[in-house]
């Protein structure tokens, strides 16, 4: 695997980030590839980045006297302190270092204006910005995030796939988003110039999703990542096809950015014990395995300053991951 910055780039940041992928895992997943050749001439239709700031994880659950003394089998995370302001100015500093990187990688970058003010998106209408979104996470794993567009674009637009909402408050925003799709696409026909979409979802802790359930339950880490599977970018060609480049590891940044603490009450404890507990004795009595586990609450609290310079770091390097892959494609 390619590193995406030199040791000599590393040392001069000042907060000393690490990209870290997975072992052994690809960090990004390319679909439709052979459209983004020849694409030299873009313009921006959308950059989105959330952030979560709430999620609830799950490991299987256990029964039987596994139940009385296994570990936690629900996490509900929390992040506090980190204001709108905070939030918009992560997003700004991550849009402007990708236009930058774009030009800098040899694209043509055309104005937002001259999108934004085609007939084409004459009947395309923005999403409520900021836009609070659930997300469906990973089985059965839900979260709640809320998504920030730069200021340097009129519209806060999605395309089908830039997020995986759950319940019914997301129907409206993917029907907008297949609107504003077809708008691009057809922007980009017209104009002979690639649209690009870009969303990224900034998490604040590593939860191990789900699958880490043993007797020590899921682990919970503070850090700030660029999310994989929910951050991408996609490429409208003039030819109307996409290309899509996907995380699939995490893109993170290690620092002093969150102090993460216990908020689990005694009285939670209690109760979940006593359950868990009732049920192993029903289990050894052979009434069968009552399947209970641990819910654990934990609360992250940004640092401010440390947390939009981790955040925005954590973009950076997602930018330049994306776009030297889309620049390959090319």
Request: aromatic letters at 8%.
């Given at each position: 695997?390619?590193?995406?910055?030199?040791?000599?780039?590393?040392?001069?940041?000042?907060?000393?980030?690490?990209?870290?992928?997975?072992?052994?895992?690809?960090?990004?997943?390319?679909?439709?590839?052979?459209?983004?050749?020849?694409?030299?001439?873009?313009?921006?239709?959308?950059?989105?980045?959330?952030?979560?700031?709430?999620?609830?994880?799950?490991t299987a659950a256990s029964g039987g006297l596994m139940g009385a003394f296994g570990g936690t089998t629900k996490a509900k995370s929390e992040l506090v302190g980190v204001t709108p302001e905070m939030m918009q100015a992560?997003?700004?500093?991550?849009?402007?270092?990708?236009?930058?990187?774009?030009?800098?990688?040899?694209?043509?970058?055309?104005?937002?204006?001259?999108?934004?003010?085609?007939?084409?998106?004459?009947?395309?209408?923005?999403?409520?910005?900021?836009?609070?979104?659930?997300?469906?996470?990973?089985?059965?794993?839900?979260?709640?995030?809320?998504?920030?567009?730069?200021?340097?674009?009129?519209?806060?637009?999605?395309?089908?796939?830039?997020?995986?909402?759950?319940?019914?408050?997301?129907?409206?925003?993917?029907?907008?988003?297949?609107?504003?799709?077809?708008?691009?696409?057809?922007?980009?026909?017209?104009?002979?110039?690639?649209?690009?979409?870009?969303?990224?979802?900034?998490?604040?802790?590593?939860?191990?999703?789900?699958?880490?359930?043993?007797?020590?339950?899921?682990?919970?880490?503070?850090?700030?990542?660029?999310?994989?599977?929910?951050?991408?970018?996609?490429?409208?060609?003039?030819?109307?096809?996409?290309?899509?480049?996907?995380?699939?590891?995490?893109?993170?940044?290690?620092?002093?950015?969150?102090?993460?603490?216990?908020?689990?009450?005694?009285?939670?404890?209690?109760?979940?014990?006593?359950?868990?507990?009732?049920?192993?004795?029903?289990?050894?009595?052979?009434?069968?395995?009552?399947?209970?586990?641990?819910?654990?609450?934990?609360?992250?609290?940004?640092?401010?300053?440390?947390?939009?310079?981790?955040?925005?770091?954590?973009?950076?390097?997602?930018?330049?991951?994306?776009?030297?892959?889309?620049?390959?494609?090319?």
């Amino acid at each position: 695997m390619k590193k995406l910055l030199s040791a000599a780039a590393f040392a001069a940041l000042l907060i000393q980030p690490v990209a870290a992928f997975a072992k052994d895992q690809e960090p990004v997943k390319i679909s439709g590839p052979a459209n983004a050749k020849g694409v030299t001439a873009v313009t921006i239709g959308a950059f989105n980045v959330g952030f979560i700031f709430e999620s609830i994880d799950r490991t299987a659950a256990s029964g039987g006297l596994m139940g009385a003394f296994g570990g936690t089998t629900k996490a509900k995370s929390e992040l506090v302190g980190v204001t709108p302001e905070m939030m918009q100015a992560i997003t700004d500093a991550a849009y402007t270092d990708f236009v930058n990187q774009l030009g800098a990688g040899g694209y043509a970058v055309h104005p937002a204006a001259d999108l934004f003010g085609h007939t084409a998106l004459a009947k395309t209408k923005s999403q409520e910005a900021p836009l609070d979104i659930n997300i469906a996470l990973e089985k059965g794993s839900k979260g709640k995030a809320t998504y920030f567009k730069p200021g340097a674009l009129p519209s806060l637009l999605m395309v089908p796939g830039d997020f995986q909402g759950s319940g019914m408050s997301s129907i409206g925003i993917n029907m907008a988003a297949g609107q504003a799709s077809m708008a691009f696409t057809n922007y980009a026909k017209a104009s002979g110039v690639g649209v690009i979409d870009v969303v990224y979802l900034i998490d604040f802790s590593q939860q191990k999703r789900p699958g880490a359930f043993s007797f020590g339950g899921l682990q919970v880490n503070s850090a700030l990542s660029v999310s994989a599977d929910y951050s991408r970018v996609t490429l409208i060609a003039p030819s109307g096809k996409q290309s899509v480049i996907t995380v699939k590891a995490p893109v993170a940044v290690e620092g002093e950015f969150i102090e993460k603490s216990h908020a689990t009450s005694g009285t939670d404890k209690a109760l979940q014990s006593g359950a868990n507990v009732a049920g192993g004795v029903a289990a050894v009595m052979g009434f069968g395995g009552l399947r209970f586990g641990k819910t654990r609450k934990f609360a992250f609290t940004a640092k401010p300053g440390n947390y939009e310079e981790g955040a925005a770091k954590a973009a950076n390097l997602a930018n330049a991951m994306l776009i030297g892959r889309l620049g390959a494609l090319r």
